[in-house]
Each structure stands twice: as C-alpha cells, then as structure tokens.
Antibody, heavy 128, light 107 residues
Framework: QVQLQESGPGLLKPSQTLSLTCTVS??????????WSWIRQHPGKGPEWIGYIHYSGNTYYNPSLKSRLSISVDTSKNQFSLQLGSVTAADTAIYYC????????????????????WGQGTLVTVSS | DIQMTQSPSSLSASVGDRVTIACRADQNINRYLNWYQQKPGKAPKLLIYGASKLQSGVPSRFSGSGSRTDFTLTISSLQPEDFATYYC?????????FGQGTKLEIK
C-alpha cells in the first residue's frame, strides 16, 4: 500500500516561493504505475488540481498556475516536489500529494484518471 | 475549464436513509466522472471512478450513475460513518476539475 507524506514550511510571506516535498513509502516512485500529483484545497472549497509528474520527468501543469509552477522528482530519495513562485494570500490552502492512476480501457470501458492514494495534507499560509 | 456543479450544497439525513447527490457538468464528459468522500481534517478518499465503478474496499451501499452531463451518487442506506462531504471530479479534459462539494449532515 503506497503511502505519501507532505513536508515543508507552513508559513510564507507574499512573493516568496512555496516549496513542498512528498515522500513516498510502500512503493517505488520509479515503478511507472502512477503519475505523482499535487492538489490543493482552499478552505471550504473543492480540491484544485495543481499538476503531476511521471518518474521519467514528464510534467503536466494546471494552466492557471503554470507560469509560477515547477514539479520535480527525485527517484533516489523516492520523493517528488512542488515549487510555486510569487505566492499571495490566494495560495493559502491545504496542499496534498496524491497518486494518479492514468486513464485506461478495460473490457470495452474506458476510464479517465483518478487520484487513489493521498497524503494527509499540509496547511500552507501566506501572510505578511 | 469544465465547470462541475453539485446539488444540493448540503443535505440532512438520518441513519438508514437513501440519499442521492447530483453533479452536473457544463459540457459532455461521457462517463469520465469520479466521486470522493472527505471527512473533516482528512484527505479525500476515492469512492467511484468511471461514473459507476466502485473503488476496491468501498462498501456496496455506494453507487454511481449517469453520463454526458448529469451524474448521481447514491448511498442506499446511510451509516454513521457516511456523514462527510462528497465531491465529484471530471477527468474528461485537462485540467480536471472538482465540484464545490455536498456536505451530508446528520438530521
């Protein structure tokens, strides 16, 4: 059973760079079976997909964040990381890492991607 | 981006009730629709993918249906542990997007 744990600073000032790391246990990030994703959730709102990465380094970003966003992977440490630049109060949220099962077809039915394992989440507050 | 709208936003029900939550997409998403359950202070948990496929380990009282733009999540007989917030998510086109949530409360 894959387990994920987010880590990183919980408090940032406006204009700083948000940096979070997700440590994966119970499975190898290089196994190729998953993409590795970041998702955030503003208080009282639905989750928002940030982006994901494959162990090969291929990345997919939410266009709304793309200009400030970088996701990287470190297979030697079984970790992947998020960097979001020029943060504002609007970036205050709970940040989750999660595994992504990519879309596939089985017995004539096709399924889109879904998030099946999640970390516990870490609250990031942006405040001066 | 595809907009997902859930109804109702909140719902009060009793243990043993049958409950239905609706999710509507603003364009055709075929059956590329997932459902999650979230309890306070916890991460969302996948319940259903592909509109109706139950994730492994999820009780059979949960079911999903629908296609194109209109989808439902049904809980056939509410249990105490089912009181939570439920989210739909479309995975038809990037970026995938979530609904605003339906909070299921004890009556």
């Amino acid at each position: 059973q894959v387990q994920l744990q987010e880590s990183g600073p919980g408090l940032l000032k406006p204009s700083q760079t948000l940096s979070l790391t997700c440590t994966v246990s119970g499975g190898s990030i290089s196994s190729g079976g998953y993409y590795w994703s970041w998702i955030r959730q503003h208080p009282g709102k639905g989750p928002e997909w940030i982006g994901y990465i494959h162990y090969s380094g291929n990345t997919y970003y939410n266009p709304s964040l793309k200009s400030r966003l970088s996701i990287s992977v470190d297979t030697s440490k079984n970790q992947f990381s998020l960097q979001l630049g020029s943060v504002t109060a609007a970036d205050t949220a709970i940040y989750y890492c999660a595994t992504v099962v990519s879309g596939y077809c089985s017995t004539g039915t096709c399924y889109g991607e879904y998030f099946d394992h999640w970390g516990q989440g870490t609250l990031v507050t942006v405040s001066s | 981006d595809i907009q997902m709208t859930q109804s109702p936003s909140s719902l009060s029900a009793s243990v043993g009730d049958r409950v239905t939550i609706a999710c509507r997409a603003d364009q055709n998403i075929n059956r590329y629709l997932n459902w999650y359950q979230q309890k306070p202070g916890k991460a969302p948990k996948l319940l259903i993918y592909g509109a109706s496929k139950l994730q492994s380990g999820v009780p059979s009282r949960f079911s999903g249906s629908g296609s194109r733009t209109d989808f439902t999540l049904t809980i056939s007989s509410l249990q105490p542990e089912d009181f939570a917030t439920y989210y739909c998510q479309q995975c038809y086109s990037a970026p995938n997007t979530f609904g605003q949530g339906t909070k299921l409360e004890i009556k």
